[in-house]
């Protein structure tokens, strides 16, 4: 059987880093056994569901690279949930309910105040048929509940969280459709993941008990029920759930220059038991995916570790990779050149602008001006932008001439130069800035 994952979001937000992580492992684990990785658009709520966000998770996952074999859309599904509804009815496996959710509050208090776990008492099943017409000829619509087989535990094998049981008795029977006739999450998921073949279900571990429910359903439709894997959550760099990784997405990433390959490389590593590194190469990531490397403890997102991550991918980035987003002129010399001082692209503009020039130079005192003088003549002469290493020319006759060494040889130079005490390796940029201009500034910075 071939492996087919889904990344389910609902479209009533921009995808958080939490989101991405998790589209990412599915992308993963289906690109690694040669299957099929759907995206879902879970928006059966139409309050709240918009179709701009649909269009940013697709943008989103685009910028990613993880591109979807496939999207399906829940709200053009409708008559899929009702045909499965229909079912479950006739069997007697949802049942109308009359609460209001003032009563169901109540009711939820006076357990918790008991001592007993606050689930639904199924107190809609003592109704009889006229009590139920009274309430509908009132005018008051049912909601529906799915009702839970007690009879057995229920239990799965965790692809991470490894051998897993529930106490069906301690769970509510989940609500299943609204009293306006909308569909909950629970049930639609079911039967999708049922209809498109999905193999394996890969999500957070805030849906574990979702699981326990949603295996019966599997089971009340008489299908099996798919692989079940759920990871541990995000949390910051301090370790602590936070309310800042719920908001940062892909916009966010993008404006502070994080390269997608960084953000991937990252993402696919926290929390297993692999190395985060700088790897760029998707498949190799791919390769080395497995849920059996996953740990329980929290993943923990570093925003440090990220940037550091984004630097080291820049400075082996080929220029094709960059080309594009490189200034105008830039050709891959300068990029060769540039990288290894970089940790975000958009840094790349003001080296280069320091290549092109103009450039403002700091004043130097006498003596130092009378070097570069000797310098600039030398330039002027010809011989050092005739050599292979123009750099390498200019400073060992500067040496040879002057006695000076280190410092006191690079530091005015680079300067003069560049403006800056520090940047790219000289021997790189000089021949980029090019004869004319180094002479032009050189007699500057002399003059
Ligand atoms: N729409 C659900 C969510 O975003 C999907 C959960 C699932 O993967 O089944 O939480």
Redesign the pocket.
């Known amino acids: 059987m071939s492996v087919t994952t889904r990344f389910?979001?609902?479209p009533t937000g921009r995808l958080h880093v939490g989101n991405i992580r998790t589209a990412l492992h599915n992308w993963m684990l289906a690109r690694k056994a040669g299957g099929r990785f759907l995206l879902r658009i879970?928006d059966t709520d139409e309050q709240r569901s918009r179709e701009e966000y649909v269009a940013a998770i697709r943008t989103d996952l685009a910028w990613l690279g993880l591109h979807p074999d496939g999207e399906e859309c829940q709200s053009t599904r409708l008559q899929h949930y009702e045909a499965a509804f229909e079912r479950l009815r006739e069997t007697g496996r949802v049942y109308p309910c009359f609460e209001t959710a003032q009563e169901l509050e109540l009711k939820r208090k006076i357990r918790l105040g008991r001592g007993l776990p606050p689930i639904y008492d199924r107190a809609a099943l003592e109704l009889s048929g006229a009590d139920r017409a009274a309430r509908e000829a009132e005018g008051v619509a049912p909601h529906w509940r799915f009702m839970l087989d007690h009879d057995a535990p229920i239990a799965w094998d965790d692809g991470i969280r490894g051998a897993q049981q529930f106490d069906p008795a301690q769970l509510s029977d989940p609500v299943i459709r609204r009293a306006d006739g909308s569909w909950l999450?629970m049930l639609p998921?079911v039967v999708d993941d049922i209809e498109m073949g999905v193999t394996d279900?890969l999500?957070g571990e805030d849906?574990v008990s979702n699981t326990a429910v949603q295996i019966q359903m599997f089971t009340a439709l008489h299908a099996a029920p798919p692989r079940f894997a759920h990871e541990a959550l995000l949390t910051g760099a301090e370790g602590k759930l936070s309310k800042r990784l719920g908001s940062l997405g892909v916009d966010e990433f993008r404006q502070r220059g994080t390269e997608p390959e960084a953000l991937v490389a990252l993402l696919a590593r926290i929390g297993t038991s692999q190395p985060v590194e700088a790897i760029a190469q998707i498949d190799t990531l791919v390769a080395s995916f497995d849920l059996a490397h996953f740990g329980r403890a929290p993943a923990r997102f570093d925003e440090g570790e990220l940037e550091r991550l984004n630097a080291a991918m820049l400075h082996q980035f080929a220029f094709e990779r960059v080309q594009h987003e490189l200034p105008q002129g830039m050709d891959a010399r300068g990029w060769d050149a540039i990288r290894p001082n970089i940790s975000t692209l958009g840094e790349v503009r003001d080296w280069w602008q320091i290549v092109t020039g103009p450039i403002d130079p700091p004043p130097f005192d006498d003596e130092t001006r009378g070097f570069l003088a000797g310098a600039a003549r030398l330039v002027a002469g010809g011989s050092v932008f005739a050599a292979d290493d123009p750099w390498h020319a200019l400073t060992n006759a500067l040496k040879e001439a002057t006695g000076r060494k280190g410092k006191a040889l690079f530091l005015p130079l680079r300067q003069a130069l560049t403006a800056m005490d520090h940047g790219p390796d000289m021997k790189q940029l000089l021949p980029l800035i090019g004869g004319e201009e180094a002479l032009r500034r050189l007699q500057r910075a002399a003059g």
């Open positions: 389910a979001p609902s879970d999450y998921s279900v999500r849906h």
